[in-house]
């Protein structure tokens, strides 16, 4: 009796497993995005940015967004906003949009968005985030709440959440405009690199980090010193590539891209993922 159970309890066990991975799209690759404003999206959606999305392209809503019909923890075709129920056009956009016109068919890209104007880096470090968040204006305290006060743990849990639909193939950051001049920024990000890893079961040889530039030296951009921090970045993090802002696009503060500028910055993102991947961009969005 005992053996026909553990035999049926066997069995059983292997017919949940199987659904479980049949479950996992290996084609589905999803990609982590974090940051400050550039990241969150600060341009103005513009009429073309909210046309022709291919469904082959999602966004996982990391907030409820009863107002776009979104509930936190699922997948919508990624039509922005892509981070918060409010925010604006962000590199992530044509990131995503870029790797769907280059990759086969039955590719598909999901991405996560979490992102929080005017934070430092220290923000998502779990480790010391309270006690940096007790030190930020009320403004932003406002947007962390929609994170339930903590944006790191918002991003691993909808990260497993993902895991179980498809494979994290990438992460990419746009921070650092709070940080200038921060000789210690490449740790502080490792950190979180590091934890990420750690708490999503991820290898860092598969996993690669992408960081983009602040606004370039080329456009006035008020935080442009620290691009030669984040130059350095790849010495800290061995899989890191640093995502080159020249000749994108500023709004009027020197601080944030403008709408063109996240196009730009999104497609570069997204070269650099393909090649990554082993291809080689064909088309453009």
């Not at 403004?139 to 497993?160: Q, S, T």
């Amino acid at each position: 009796m005992n053996k026909r159970f553990s035999t049926a309890t066997l069995l059983f066990g292997l017919l949940l497993w199987s659904l479980s991975a049949s479950a996992q799209d290996k084609n589905f690759y999803i990609f982590l995005c974090f940051g400050q404003s550039n990241m969150e999206g600060n341009a103005k959606i513009e009429p073309q940015d909210t046309v022709n999305v291919n469904s082959r392209f999602q966004v996982m809503e990391a907030v409820n967004c009863p107002d776009l019909g979104r509930t936190m923890g699922k997948w919508y075709t990624a039509v922005p906003p892509l981070c918060r129920c409010r925010t604006g056009l962000t590199p992530a956009d044509y990131f995503g949009r870029e790797l769907v016109a280059n990759l086969p068919e039955k590719v598909r890209i999901g991405v996560i968005n979490v992102a929080i104007g005017g934070c430092k880096i220290e923000l998502f470090d779990k480790d010391h985030y309270e006690s940096y968040t007790a030190t930020v204006p009320g403004w932003m305290k406002n947007f962390i709440k929609d994170y339930d006060g903590n944006p790191y743990a918002r991003l691993v849990e909808m990260a497993k959440l993902a895991q179980k639909d498809g494979v994290i193939k990438g992460i990419l950051l746009h921070q650092g405009e709070s940080n200038t001049n921060d000789t210690l920024w490449t740790k502080k990000v490792k950190v979180v690199y590091d934890n990420l890893l750690h708490d999503l079961d991820l290898k860092p040889k598969k996993v690669p980090l992408l960081a983009g530039e602040t606004v370039n030296a080329d456009q006035g951009g008020v935080c442009a010193s620290m691009n030669n921090i984040i130059a350095t970045l790849p010495q800290t993090i061995k899989n890191a590539h640093v995502i080159s802002s020249a000749g994108c696009p500023d709004a009027a503060d020197n601080l944030h891209f403008s709408a063109a500028g996240y196009r730009e910055l999104g497609k570069r993102y997204a070269i650099q993922m393909l090649s990554l991947l082993g291809y080689k961009p064909t088309a453009t969005e």
